[in-house]
């Protein structure tokens, strides 16, 4: 599997190419913006997005909305990091299009499952 992983933060995108790398052997491709993200989701096409919900210049709904205009990169399924995971919040992600939601700090040996999870039918 092919995951893009959007955050500002260099830690973050780190640990999430090393857990999403190591732990489920996944290809991964990073990005450090929301105009970077989904110039990669164009360029790359991955199976999944993993994008953080705050950033500046560009949050992750504005970005999410940018993909869903794309026909290419429509049906291709976002997944929210973010610390902010109240219920209101998450129904929020989740009609807006995200597919789920993974809660900041996320634990590194677990990211994997608990991105099977969300991508379960």
Do not use: C
């Amino acid at each position: 599997m092919k995951v893009l992983i959007v955050d500002d933060e260099a830690d973050i995108r780190r640990i999430g190419e090393l857990s999403l790398q190591s732990v489920a052997g996944w290809q991964v491709v990073l990005a450090e913006s929301g105009p970077e993200g989904v110039a990669a989701a164009k360029t790359h096409r991955p199976d999944l997005i993993l994008m953080d919900m705050m950033m500046p210049e560009m949050d992750g709904l504005t970005a999410l909305g940018l993909l869903r205009q794309d026909p290419e990169l429509s049906a291709t399924p976002v997944v929210f990091m973010t610390a902010k995971v109240q219920r209101d919040e998450i129904s929020r992600y989740l009609d807006a299009g995200a597919l789920g939601v993974v809660r900041k700090p996320f634990d590194p040996m677990t990211l994997p499952n608990e991105i099977e999870k969300i991508l379960e039918p």
